[in-house]
């Protein structure tokens, strides 16, 4: 059993930042990826980005490349999600998600884990 502890949503205005953390109970599998997904009043809940635990490797959505960085922190179990330049449109719950095994990360299908949620909101 993993559990997952979002923290830093918050009211930001457009074009400033937040950082999210997300902080795990334990390791687990050497393939395991952790991700973050959005979810916004009315829509699918929808991949933001993912880390590959063992090698770093990232993956982002095209709605936030070049604004969103994804990272982590082995030595706390945690993983990051830094985002610049924000806009109303990222208004959302975000949610952390850990994949113990197999392929694919932008599908929430493929997640086995996921923590609370915490309410990102970008005022115009």
């Known amino acids: 059993q993993v559990q997952l502890a979002e923290s830093g949503g918050g009211l930001v205005q457009t074009g400033g930042s937040l950082r999210l953390s997300c902080a795990a109970s334990v390791h687990t599998s050497n393939n395991y990826a952790m991700g973050w997904f959005r979810q916004a009043p009315g829509k699918e809940r929808e991949f933001v980005a993912a880390?590959?635990?063992?090698?770093?490797?990232?993956y982002y959505a095209d709605a936030v490349k070049g604004r969103f960085t994804i990272s982590r922190d082995n030595a706390k179990i945690t993983v990051y999600l830094q985002m610049n330049s924000l806009k109303p449109e990222d208004t959302a719950v975000y949610y952390c998600a850990a994949r113990l095994r197999g392929i694919g990360v932008t599908s929430p299908l493929t997640y086995d884990y996921w923590g609370q949620g915490t309410q990102v909101t970008v005022s115009s």
């Open positions: 880390i590959i635990w063992s090698s770093s490797t990232t």
